[in-house]
Structures are given as structure tokens and as C-alpha cells.
């Protein structure tokens, strides 16, 4: 058994203490809103996420203190804006070596950091691996069959990490690749985003499948140029968490972006979803890599256009259809 602190108390950090819990270990749950704080100690369930029961040996506190020290493991679960300001609270708290499993999905617009990164800046005694992959809290809360990866620097961390989620339900792989998982999955929301404005405008499965596969090839593009491996794009942390976000109403990138298609502006799309729709805040982020990288980024590009220029969602679609004629595959020789 491990003592394991959660930090966060949103659908997906509640979704993964009852998982942990479950698999047999001590959970103490920490969120920063006295709001939730309450609601979790005295409902025992999040609003968000009514199905899923906290027991009532599983701690609920706004004490950071009590969530961080002596725990074997914490995990991460706050929205990537608040990664680094939740990071730099409890610094002083985590012991040298203390294992921090980051579980948010996201880059940081003002220093183009991936979210392990800031975690490791702000926090440098601990030792920062990442949990990623085609999950949704509604499901892994309710123990549908789930397949993630443990990323980490070590083999033996992303093993133990491996050890501790697993279970009948939660399929968990490893990899080193923690870059490359971090890429897809705050990559994806953007690409989700743009699936999302798709439905929106009434178009079919044609267009998404064509916004799936070659949103894909724009990520594993920029994320192979910043060091990434391309494998990992079409793994878990990839094509999967990409198919998952663009297909599914859990996704509330693709719920904002079906708001933003049938005309609503980006923050009402987020007012109406009514939880952080982490791809408007890196929509901004992947063209600044991209322009860093001198990678193009065409379907990331209209989403900027339309989140923060004022472009129509149709207009965007047009002038997708309408680039210079290309060829898909570069790597193998014509015949004649």
C-alpha cells in the first residue's frame, strides 16, 4: 500500500483517487477551493461526476501540508494554468526524490514549457513523471476498460508508477518519451477544438476523419522537430488521445468547439462547458513553437485564427480545402 496525495480535486483527480483507492492504497485529496473542499467532504461525490462515490476513509483537506507530506506519490491535477502557481505552493513541502505523477494536459504560452517541465523548474527536488492517454474521468471513474502510459525518466519510476495504477480495468504501458507524451496530449485539444467547430457547422465524418488523421501528422511533425519520438505519436499518447478528444461529448474541447462552429465566441463556448477547455490556452502555445521550429501547423493555425482573430469557422475550413495541392506520403519513390 502507498500513501498517495491527489492535488486537485477536479473530475479527473477524483476519477483517479477512486482508482488508486480501489487498487488499495491511502488517498488524501487536496484542492485549493473551499467551494470543493466542502462539496467533497460533505457529498462525497463531485458535481461533475455523479456516479462516482468518494469512500468515506478517503481524506478530503485544503490543507496542502496534510496532502503532501509523507506521501509516498502525489499526483497532479490541476488545470495546466495552474500548474505552476499549484507547483511553487508546495515546493517547500516535497521531499527530495518525492515522486510527482503530473496528469494535466498543456504548455505553458509564456515560456513554450511543457507542464513536467515547469513541475521540475519550480520543484526541482522531485522526481516528475507523467500518467497520459485516451482517458476520460466519466469513464475510468465508472472502471471502463482504459489503456494509458506512464512516462518518466527511469525506468524503475515509471514501473513503480505502472504498479500503483494497474489494474483489470486501468491497462498502464511505460515509456521514456515523456516529451513526445506531452506534446500529443496538449496538442491534441487544440486539433479536438477544430473536430469540434467541424460538428459544429454540420459537416460529417468525412471531414473529422480528415481532421483527425492530418491533425496527427501536424503534431508528430512539430513534436519529432522539438525531440520527440515519432512512435509515440502514433501510440496511446497520440493518435489515441487524439481519436478519443475529437469523437467523444466527454470531450469538452470538442464540446467548446461545437459551441464556437455554431457561432459563439471562445469564451462563451468555455462559460457554456463550464470547465477548462485546455486547447484555447494551447492554441497560441503551438504556433509559437511552430514559428520556433519553422514547422507548419495548417489546421492549428485556422483554430488561432478563428479563437482569437475573429476569423469565420467557415471561412477557415474554405481556406483548408483550398491550400496548395501537396502529396501525402514523401518517403516512398514513384514507379514511373
Request: glycine share 10%.
Amino acid at each position: 500500500m502507498a500513501k498517495i496525495g491527489i492535488l486537485g480535486g477536479g473530475t479527473w483527480g477524483i476519477a483517479l483517487a477512486v482508482l488508486l483507492h480501489k487498487n488499495g492504497h491511502e488517498i488524501t485529496i487536496w484542492s485549493a477551493l473551499e467551494s470543493e473542499v466542502t462539496m467533497l467532504r460533505e457529498q462525497r461525490v463531485h458535481k461533475m461526476l455523479p456516479d462516482v462515490k468518494l469512500p468515506e476513509e478517503m481524506v478530503v483537506t485544503g490543507d496542502e501540508r496534510e496532502a503532501v507530506e509523507g506521501k509516498d506519490v502525489l499526483v497532479m491535477s490541476v488545470a495546466s494554468s495552474y500548474t505552476r502557481t499549484t507547483a511553487r505552493r508546495i515546493s517547500s513541502l516535497v521531499a527530495q526524490g518525492q515522486i510527482i505523477v503530473n496528469v494535466a494536459k498543456g504548455i505553458e504560452e509564456s515560456t513554450l514549457k511543457t507542464l513536467s517541465e515547469i513541475i521540475e523548474e519550480e520543484i526541482p527536488q522531485a522526481d516528475v513523471a507523467i500518467l497520459s492517454g485516451p482517458s476520460h474521468a466519466e469513464e475510468v471513474g465508472r472502471g471502463v476498460p482504459t489503456t494509458i502510459v506512464a512516462g518518466a525518466k527511469s525506468r524503475q519510476t515509471a514501473e513503480y508508477i505502472q504498479n500503483l495504477f494497474m489494474n483489470e480495468v486501468f491497462r498502464v504501458y511505460t515509456s521514456p518519451d515523456i516529451l513526445g507524451m506531452e506534446l500529443g496530449g496538449a496538442l491534441k485539444n487544440v486539433v479536438a477544438l477544430a473536430a469540434g467547430i467541424a460538428d459544429g457547422l454540420g459537416y460529417g465524418d468525412n471531414t473529422k476523419a480528415a481532421l483527425i488523421t492530418r491533425g496527427s501528422a501536424e503534431i508528430s511533425r512539430l513534436g519529432v522537430a522539438m525531440g520527440g519520438k515519432w512512435e509515440t505519436f502514433y501510440g496511446l499518447t497520440g493518435i489515441g488521445d487524439l481519436i478519443v478528444t475529437c469523437a467523444s461529448m466527454h470531450s469538452r474541447n470538442r464540446r467548446a468547439g461545437i459551441l464556437i462552429g455554431q457561432g459563439h465566441t471562445y469564451e462563451e463556448a468555455m462559460r457554456e462547458v463550464n470547465m477548462v477547455v485546455e486547447g484555447v490556452y494551447s492554441a497560441k502555445a503551438a504556433i509559437k513553437l511552430a514559428d520556433k521550429y519553422d514547422v507548419q501547423l495548417p489546421i492549428i493555425e485556422q483554430v488561432n485564427a478563428i479563437l482569437f482573430e475573429g476569423k469565420s469557422a467557415a471561412d477557415a475550413v474554405k481556406d483548408l480545402m483550398l491550400r496548395d495541392k501537396k502529396i501525402e506520403i514523401s518517403v516512398a519513390d514513384w514507379q514511373a
